[in-house]
């Protein structure tokens, strides 16, 4: 066999494999994605939003508590992380800059992004569910804190660090402080790239659940009380999902829709400004 | 002809990343109200020189300045020495142009806000006054909220000058301000350099050496970290002593 034909029929055989293996992750992919639509907006009621659990096996009742829940617990972790995500990113890319240790930091962080989630709810079990004797919101909320922070960190340090150093020196020499250099300056140069991480760190923990079963728990009464368990929708569905009603399925169906809805939207709207950004 | 020194360099040696030697004892007056060029090749010198000036180099590790630059009585080196007070009195225009990523006319008044102005009709009074000074008001007057960065280079450059006219600083240095411009642009800068003088002393580094013959009263030759020559601009470019400075500027090396 000549060399041309070896090269032709190695060619043909890549793409057909690669096309394959493309349209192998994305049959799946629709094939979820298309699932949960389906069932999802069958089982999406208006009166979801608005009821409170009933007794289980009995028809009717909603997710109002889960919703409620779901955003409390994300609204507080947002508080919390995005703060520390954003001054650590601060520390490393500004006063830190070029040292071994924020070198240390920014790889750590990279670890933890990639360490399981339930590694992170076990961890704050340990830390603040077991020795108060029980689940709470707060729990909830710095546990997903903790998966936010090293994402807004590292976001944060790497979009600061993108800024030119030009910018900095130019306000310096204003006689400016480096407080106020960094603040009105720099971070104005990097605002867009921030805020994307932001909400990209957001989605990614709006649908966690293994970090809330050890820490925030669930709870099937509607309850404003973060000292006290809370209901998430993702713990919601795991536990509607393995229940025997039909009408516990039905919703469990509904919150999933919901949540990936929720979670698309974030992404976009992180896409969008990243977008917009890139236009200016 | 007696003129006032606004600066006096006394034997200044510099040091970058603890040991690199970038100026070998190096003295020269500054006039006031006078534009002083820097001129050199490459890797000379020049411009570690003029960020002496507003203690630039402490942005960054393992410096070391030795030597003396006199301003109003007190060497600037010295380590006492409010870096925000001085940097705010000794403006600074770089290579490339620096706008902030605001409005034009937040640019301006960023300088302002940090002298504590805060009286919004007295803001727009200066920044308009700035532009003008900068000769940049007609051209950005019905678009002082728009993005700095829509601005032409020679406008952004322009800009930046305005900014660091409006904190009314005494001194203002130029780091290769025309380098990254046009030849227009470029002649309507050296046009306010000149302008400038009446009100500022000025020091400014450039590669351009007609351009170092049109702007400036006194010029110094740097090499290697040593200031060769230093005279006024007329003898160095007419009839220069040193034979290096010679051959500088007619162009045989460099």
Redesign the interface.
Known sequence: MDLEKKRKIESIAALVFSTLAAFAGLFWLVFILGDVIIHGIGALKLSLFFNDPVPAGMAGGGLRHALVGQLMTTFFATLIGVPVGVLGGTFLAEYARRTKYARVISVLADIIVSVPSIVIGTFIYALLVRPLGHFSGWAGSVALSLIMIPVVLRTTEDMLSMVPW????????????YY?VII??VY??AATGILTGILLSIARVAGETAPLMFTSFNNNFFSWDMNRPIASLTVTIFQYAMGPYDDWHQQAWAASFVITVFILILTLLGRFVLKWRFK? | MTLNIEFSVKDLDFYYNGNVHALKGVSLPIHRNQVTALIGPSGCGKTTLLRCF?R?HD?YPRHRYEGEIIFEDRNILADDVDL??????I??V?Q?P?P???SIAENIA??LR??GVRNKGELTGRIEQALKNAALWEEVRNKMNA?A?DLSGGQQQRL?IA??LA?EPEVLLFDEPTSALDPISTAKIEELVVTLKKHITIIIVTHNMQQAARVSDMTGFMYLGELIEFGSTEKIFTNPDNKQTDDYITGRFG
């Open positions: 030009t910018l900095r020196e130019a306000a310096f020499a204003l006689g400016a402080p106020k009105q300056v104005r140069g200016q | 507003n630039m942005l925000i007070k001085l940097r705010s009195r403006g600074m770089f490339k620096t902030f990523p605001m960023y300088g940090l002298k993005n960065f930046v900014r660091a904190v």
